[in-house]
């Protein structure tokens, strides 16, 4: 009972001056808004991010092929990569090692850990339709391509190793070139090579990392022609399930380094990733730039806490003879202290209260621009709490300490 009368007086000294306990919050309001919202924000990044990932498949493995050429004590896979180093000691060079015989050797490991394995080679080209050009995404891509990523066709048929000059466009990219005319049938020159289209697939979902609608699929023989190259950029394989997507990694890696030669998997001239791995690179860096610009808006945190400790000064000069008479009365020092404190700590979680909803609506307001759903997580509320409680606390004692302190003869003359 003695707790609630002492609030009870709090929240009335409180009120009694709304204005100046309004600007005396301004700065929690500022701080915690501040933190809440780039918190939540930081987290809608990370869900979006994590949802186009997933959406690439989260038993998917994608093998990038590449070997870093560094000015001193790299290892070296391939001729192109030494003359790489030659050319200049400090340069970074990435030569691709992706063969033919590797998508051979990925494509005999154990149905019941990889179900699908395809290779891919891909580069920006110039479509020429009828005298008109066009810049365009190209890739060749080996028979299982199509089936590992699920392109169904909408008409037409798609590609096979036996295809020649056969070309697949994507939904809006055939509908961007020959509009309501019917693709199939229809030449593009490419690099002075006439494509036959001899297939439209159906419209896929889109993502920030690939667009299939605007892509164009040749077969990978076609593609080493055009390109004039005889590796692939990537290859990608798909796990039998979650729970083999581990397993199936590390026997990618084994039949790899087993047909490159090497016995070091740190000497490795390839990588191989999965959505996993890619999940939590996204997240520790997220994670970090989050925390970074969290600890940046909390700097007005401390300003507030200030300025709360500046009223709370004010307010016990102004009401020294209120705290000599209830002195007089019978009041004892730890009853002036608690009363204080529990002002201090009362403004700090009003401060925090409108600072979380402050915060949401920065969020959400942000989030429609940006594109993307803030998220409001436990964790930022409860650090929005805590830290306004541990503001009013630490911010409060002085005032407090000092109303305590007074003596109840000089409070009463205290004009």
């Given at each position: 009972?003695?707790?609630?009368?002492?609030?009870?007086?709090?929240?009335?000294?409180?009120?009694?001056?709304?204005?100046?306990?309004?600007?005396?919050?301004?700065?929690?309001?500022?701080?915690?808004?501040?933190?809440?919202?780039?918190?939540?924000?930081?987290?809608?990044?990370?869900?979006?991010?994590?949802?186009?990932?997933?959406?690439?498949?989260?038993?998917?493995?994608?093998?990038?092929?590449?070997?870093?050429?560094?000015?001193?004590?790299?290892?070296?896979?391939?001729?192109?990569?030494?003359?790489?180093?030659?050319?200049?000691?400090?340069?970074?060079?990435?030569?691709?090692?992706?063969?033919?015989?590797?998508?051979?050797?990925?494509?005999?490991?154990?149905?019941d850990l990889v179900e699908n394995v395809a290779g891919y080679v891909s580069s920006p080209v110039i479509f020429k339709v009828n005298d008109e050009e066009q810049r365009q995404t190209l890739i060749g891509v080996s028979s299982q391509y199509f089936a590992l990523y699920d392109l169904k066709l909408a008409s037409g048929n798609g590609l096979d190793a036996s295809d020649s000059k056969n070309i697949v466009l994507g939904s809006q990219l055939a509908t961007d070139t020959f509009g309501?005319?019917?693709?199939?049938?229809?030449?593009?020159?490419?690099?002075?090579?006439?494509?036959?289209?001899?297939?439209?697939?159906?419209?896929?979902?889109?993502?920030?990392?690939?667009?299939?609608?605007?892509?164009?699929?040749?077969?990978?023989?076609?593609?080493?022609?055009?390109?004039?190259?005889?590796?692939?950029?990537?290859?990608?394989?798909?796990?039998?399930?979650?729970?083999?997507?581990?397993?199936?990694?590390?026997?990618?890696?084994?039949?790899?380094?087993?047909?490159?030669?090497?016995?070091?998997?740190?000497?490795?001239?390839?990588?191989?990733?999965?959505?996993?791995?890619?999940?939590?690179?996204?997240?520790?860096?997220?994670?970090?730039?989050?925390?970074?610009?969290?600890?940046?808006?909390?700097?007005?945190?401390?300003?507030?806490?200030?300025?709360?400790?500046?009223?709370?000064?004010?307010?016990?000069?102004?009401?020294?003879?209120?705290?000599?008479?209830?002195?007089?009365?019978?009041?004892?020092?730890?009853?002036?202290?608690?009363?204080?404190?529990?002002?201090?700590?009362?403004?700090?979680?009003?401060?925090?209260?409108?600072?979380?909803?402050?915060?949401?609506?920065?969020?959400?307001?942000?989030?429609?621009?940006?594109?993307?759903?803030?998220?409001?997580?436990?964790?930022?509320?409860?650090?929005?709490?805590?830290?306004?409680?541990?503001?009013?606390?630490?911010?409060?004692?002085?005032?407090?300490?000092?109303?305590?302190?007074?003596?109840?003869?000089?409070?009463?003359?205290?004009?």
């Amino acid at each position: 009972m003695k707790f609630l009368t002492i609030l009870k007086q709090s929240v009335k000294a409180i009120m009694s001056n709304k204005v100046r306990s309004f600007l005396t919050v301004l700065g929690i309001i500022i701080g915690i808004g501040s933190v809440i919202g780039l918190m939540s924000l930081g987290a809608g990044v990370k869900a979006s991010i994590s949802e186009q990932i997933n959406s690439l498949g989260s038993t998917n493995l994608t093998i990038t092929s590449g070997v870093t050429a560094y000015s001193k004590g790299s290892y070296m896979s391939s001729d192109d990569a030494s003359k790489a180093q030659q050319n200049s000691s400090a340069m970074l060079g990435s030569v691709e090692t992706l063969t033919q015989n590797d998508l051979t050797e990925l494509t005999k490991i154990s149905k019941d850990l990889v179900e699908n394995v395809a290779g891919y080679v891909s580069s920006p080209v110039i479509f020429k339709v009828n005298d008109e050009e066009q810049r365009q995404t190209l890739i060749g891509v080996s028979s299982q391509y199509f089936a590992l990523y699920d392109l169904k066709l909408a008409s037409g048929n798609g590609l096979d190793a036996s295809d020649s000059k056969n070309i697949v466009l994507g939904s809006q990219l055939a509908t961007d070139t020959f509009g309501n005319t019917s693709a199939i049938g229809q030449k593009i020159s490419i690099m002075e090579t006439e494509f036959t289209v001899v297939g439209v697939l159906e419209a896929q979902e889109e993502s920030n990392f690939s667009n299939p609608n605007l892509q164009a699929y040749i077969s990978d023989a076609d593609a080493f022609k055009i390109f004039d190259s005889k590796n692939y950029n990537g290859i990608v394989a798909k796990a039998t399930s979650e729970k083999t997507v581990d397993s199936a990694k590390a026997e990618l890696e084994t039949v790899l380094l087993r047909s490159h030669k090497i016995d070091d998997k740190d000497l490795a001239d390839f990588t191989v990733t999965s959505s996993k791995d890619l999940l939590s690179t996204i997240d520790t860096v997220m994670s970090m730039l989050t925390s970074f610009l969290a600890g940046i808006a909390a700097i007005s945190l401390l300003v507030g806490g200030i300025g709360i400790m500046n009223i709370m000064l004010v307010s016990v000069t102004e009401r020294t003879r209120e705290i000599g008479l209830r002195k007089a009365l019978g009041a004892k020092t730890s009853d002036i202290l608690i009363q204080f404190m529990t002002e201090a700590v009362v403004l700090t979680i009003i401060g925090g209260v409108l600072g979380m909803t402050f915060g949401y609506t920065i969020g959400i307001v942000a989030g429609k621009f940006l594109d993307f759903s803030a998220v409001i997580t436990l964790d930022s509320v409860l650090l929005a709490v805590g830290i306004s409680s541990f503001i009013g606390i630490v911010f409060g004692i002085y005032p407090a300490a000092r109303a305590a302190r007074l003596n109840p003869i000089d409070a009463l003359r205290y004009e």
